[in-house]
């Protein structure tokens, strides 16, 4: 165990924050730090292959051990964290034998790790824990996946017993800023399929997740001395205020929950003359997808209607899909790890993700990737936390993968 937990912290104590305003890929130099410590790593533990682009896309192959035919699998994770909290001078803490009370994250700053709000903590009484300092995020999105690949690939090196076909691995910058698949070469890849290991509690499995979008609404008002407004006034803030309230109050995040959808408003910024909205729109179903851009667009354009010029201007783009659609005529893929899971004592828990992965859009590029728990919880934030046991069955989950697809190929 503490060969992983070691692996796990040289991983989330280098910052790889990403960064959506630029335009380089990575989209940090500091990404580079982890992904060039990844190459050495993974020729260190012994597999072939072992490329790192220009765009920092890291791949490598563990060679089949089999005289049978197998499709080629992958396993995927992305390096970078979000940049929605800080990812810098991360602090882990280990909690061993967790005792299913409150967890002091930061007694000074009085950052506490509660049950009575976060209550999956009971889920792992008496496992250890890895926690932040509560200052950081953690970064077990998706460093833990990333932990979780490498150890099992060094697993099955070290047990050659372990019958398998050819196995892929990659590893992606910037998912979280939705460029996380942009530049992967998935014919240089060359796996049938994939899976990436980046959901969150213990025997999750995924293959649906939410059709998305975002939007950006720029509002141009008109700024006169307010004693002499009437008439003449156009305040930009009031008409952002108008789009708000005019989208359904409660199609928000935290008034949904399974397959509903939302409009999430996540930036916001304002003056008389100019202010600015940005949501992120999201919905399983694709048609309830598509009416609620055109919900947003009627919005923008009655209001339009309204004055001798247009003070909004819209900009709606797709960031990515619903994998089922690609996922499903190969539901065997899905079966696989489900077994798997089943062999190791895990219960599967097989639900639509109320988010995206780099899998979704890999699905569509070609390559069918359902997702995987890494075993992290409340991401994004510094209350993040995972339990080491489930970083631990992750790696027995793919090594059962491995070997239950070979099996089922043997002629």
Same mark, same amino acid.
């Given at each position: 165990?503490?060969?992983?937990?070691?692996?796990?912290?040289?991983?989330?104590?280098?910052?790889?924050?990403?960064?959506?305003?630029?335009?380089?890929?990575?989209? +940090?130099?500091?990404?580079? !730090?982890?992904?060039? #410590? *990844?190459? @050495?790593?993974? =020729?260190?533990?012994?597999?072939?292959? /072992?490329?790192?682009?220009?765009?920092?896309?890291?791949?490598?192959?563990?060679?089949?051990?089999?005289?049978?035919?197998?499709?080629?699998?992958?396993?995927?994770?992305?390096?970078?964290?979000?940049?929605?909290?800080?990812?810098?001078?991360?602090?882990?803490?280990?909690?061993?034998?967790?005792?299913?009370?409150?967890?002091?994250?930061?007694?000074?700053?009085?950052?506490?790790?509660?049950?009575?709000?976060?209550?999956?903590?009971?889920?792992?009484?008496?496992? +250890?824990?890895?926690?932040? !300092?509560?200052?950081? #995020? *953690?970064? @077990?999105?998706? =460093?833990?996946?990333?932990?979780?690949? /490498?150890?099992?690939?060094?697993?099955?090196?070290?047990?050659?017993?372990?019958?398998?076909?050819?196995?892929?691995?990659?590893?992606?910058?910037?998912?979280?800023?939705?460029?996380?698949?942009?530049?992967?070469?998935?014919?240089?890849?060359?796996?049938?399929?994939?899976?990436?290991?980046?959901?969150?509690?213990?025997?999750?499995?995924?293959?649906?997740?939410?059709?998305?979008?975002?939007?950006?609404?720029?509002?141009?008002?008109?700024?006169?001395?307010?004693?002499?407004?009437?008439?003449?006034?156009?305040?930009?803030? *009031?008409? @952002?205020?108008?789009?708000?309230?005019?989208?359904?109050?409660?199609?928000?995040?935290?008034?949904?929950?399974?397959?509903?959808?939302?409009?999430?408003?996540?930036?916001?910024?304002?003056?008389?003359?100019?202010?600015?909205?940005?949501?992120?729109?999201?919905?399983?179903?694709?048609?309830?997808?598509?009416?609620?851009?055109?919900?947003?667009?009627?919005?923008?354009?009655?209001?339009?209607?309204?004055?001798?010029?247009?003070?909004?201007?819209?900009?709606?783009?797709?960031?990515?899909?619903?994998?089922?659609?690609?996922?499903?005529?190969?539901?065997?893929?899905?079966?696989?790890?489900?077994? @798997?899971?089943?062999?190791?004592?895990?219960?599967?828990?097989?639900?639509?993700?109320?988010?995206?992965?780099?899998?979704?859009?890999?699905?569509?590029?070609?390559?069918?990737?359902?997702?995987?728990?890494?075993?992290?919880?409340?991401?994004?934030?510094?209350?993040?936390?995972?339990?080491?046991?489930?970083?631990?069955?992750?790696?027995?989950?793919?090594?059962?993968?491995?070997?239950?697809?070979?099996?089922?190929?043997?002629?």
């Amino acid at each position: 165990m503490q060969h992983i937990i070691d692996r796990f912290i040289s991983y989330v104590t280098i910052d790889t924050e990403s960064d959506e305003t630029s335009e380089t890929t990575p989209s +940090t130099a500091k990404q580079w !730090d982890l992904a060039n #410590l *990844l190459v @050495a790593e993974l =020729k260190q533990i012994g597999l072939s292959d /072992v490329t790192i682009d220009d765009n920092a896309y890291i791949m490598a192959t563990l060679p089949s051990n089999v005289d049978h035919d197998v499709p080629t699998i992958g396993f995927v994770s992305h390096f970078d964290t979000s940049p929605d909290f800080t990812g810098a001078n991360v602090k882990p803490q280990i909690v061993p034998n967790y005792d299913g009370k409150d967890i002091i994250l930061n007694a000074e700053q009085n950052i506490v790790l509660s049950p009575d709000y976060f209550e999956d903590l009971l889920l792992y009484k008496g496992q +250890t824990l890895i926690t932040t !300092d509560g200052t950081t #995020l *953690l970064g @077990a999105d998706d =460093k833990a996946g990333i932990c979780e690949i /490498v150890s099992a690939m060094e697993y099955l090196i070290k047990h050659p017993e372990i019958k398998h076909g050819k196995i892929r691995i990659g590893f992606t910058p910037d998912e979280e800023i939705g460029r996380g698949a942009h530049k992967f070469d998935v014919a240089k890849f060359g796996a049938e399929w994939a899976y990436t290991m980046d959901g969150s509690q213990i025997g999750e499995l995924e293959y649906e997740n939410f059709n998305a979008a975002g939007a950006k609404i720029e509002i141009k008002g008109k700024i006169v001395h307010p004693g002499y407004a009437k008439g003449k006034m156009i305040n930009s803030i *009031l008409i @952002a205020n108008e789009i708000i309230n005019a989208l359904p109050a409660h199609e928000i995040p935290q008034e949904t929950s399974g397959r509903e959808g939302f409009y999430h408003l996540h930036t916001t910024k304002g003056s008389i003359e100019e202010s600015s909205l940005e949501y992120i729109i999201r919905d399983h179903d694709k048609d309830k997808f598509e009416a609620r851009k055109e919900l947003l667009e009627k919005i923008a354009a009655d209001i339009n209607s309204r004055y001798t010029y247009d003070p909004i201007t819209l900009v709606i783009k797709d960031q990515y899909y619903n994998m089922k659609e690609k996922v499903e005529p190969v539901f065997h893929i899905i079966d696989i790890a489900e077994e @798997a899971m089943k062999s190791l004592g895990i219960t599967p828990l097989i639900k639509p993700i109320r988010g995206g992965t780099d899998g979704s859009q890999l699905s569509f590029m070609g390559l069918p990737c359902p997702n995987i728990f890494a075993g992290g919880h409340n991401f994004h934030g510094r209350y993040e936390y995972v339990p080491v046991e489930s970083i631990l069955s992750a790696i027995d989950v793919i090594v059962k993968i491995t070997e239950l697809t070979a099996e089922k190929y043997k002629k």
